[in-house]
T-cell receptor
Framework: AQSVTQLDSQVPVFEEAPVELRCNYS??????LFWYVQYPNQGLQLLLK??????LVESINGFEAEFNKSQTSFHLRKPSVHISDTAEYFC???????????????FGGGTRVLVKP | KAGVTQTPRYLIKTRGQQVTLSCSPI?????VSWYQQTPGQGLQFLFE???????NKGNFPGRFSGRQFSNSRSEMNVSTLELGDSALYLC??????????FGSGTRLTVV
């Protein structure tokens, strides 16, 4: 079984300041890792994902996350946030090998980011 | 290309009724999975379908069921609705396990 822990339920941050959202996971098998963002009354939008290769992954809007296998972490960072980054962020994992058992995402509890002017 | 389409966006039902939600995946995606999102329990996996077969099921009672059609469109049904079934129901489609695209969800309110 897999589990995901997002260590901070809320993160207030001032505009143009950096932010880090922490995510730790537990799994007995190799995993894929994802960060999703959810704006009010909307679905989930994929921010970035780690499937294989370079452990540092970046999104087009300035977010980056680093896969640390030894610490089983996938923390999300942005060096300078904007008001528009106010949203809820979810870390998720899935098994990297599917098959008859299919695929599913296991989510963390989410981190609400509130960017203040 | 078109994204994942969920209909309807909003629903209000009475306790004891049943409801059917629909999801049209991205063209070419054969895997469709469903998630329930509530303030108390967060995002929980309901089930996943691939080529009309349920491959995986979460820990929900039998009142929650689903199916997938030959064109990959999927429906989920909840019978004998309870107040606790009020939630945002999200559908995701996937080409492979490396990426999931979500729809905007159906907001179900049970009164």
């Amino acid at each position: 079984a897999q589990s995901v822990t997002q260590l901070d339920s809320q993160v207030p941050v001032f505009e143009e300041a950096p932010v880090e959202l922490r995510c730790n996971y537990s799994s007995s098998v190799s995993v894929y890792l994802f960060w999703y963002v959810q704006y009010p009354n909307q679905g989930l939008q994929l921010l970035l994902k780690y499937l294989s290769g370079s452990t540092l992954v970046e999104s087009i809007n300035g977010f980056e996350a680093e896969f640390n296998k030894s610490q089983t972490s996938f923390h999300l960072r942005k060096p300078s946030v904007h008001i528009s980054d106010t949203a809820e962020y979810f870390c998720a994992v899935s098994e990297s090998v599917s098959g008859a058992a299919g695929n599913k995402l296991t989510f963390g509890g989410g981190t609400r980011v509130l960017v203040k002017p | 290309k078109a994204g994942v389409t969920q209909t309807p966006r909003y629903l209000i039902k009475t306790r004891g009724q049943q409801v059917t939600l629909s999801c049209s995946p991205i063209s070419g995606h054969r895997s469709v999975s469903w998630y329930q999102q509530t303030p108390g329990q967060g995002l929980q996996f309901l089930f996943e379908y691939f080529s009309e077969t349920q491959r995986n099921k979460g820990n929900f009672p039998g009142r929650f069921s689903g199916r997938q059609f030959s064109n990959s469109r999927s429906e989920m049904n909840v019978s004998t609705l309870e107040l606790g079934d009020s939630a945002l129901y999200l559908c995701a489609s996937s080409l492979s396990g490396g990426g999931y695209t979500f729809g905007s969800g159906t907001r179900l309110t049970v009164v």
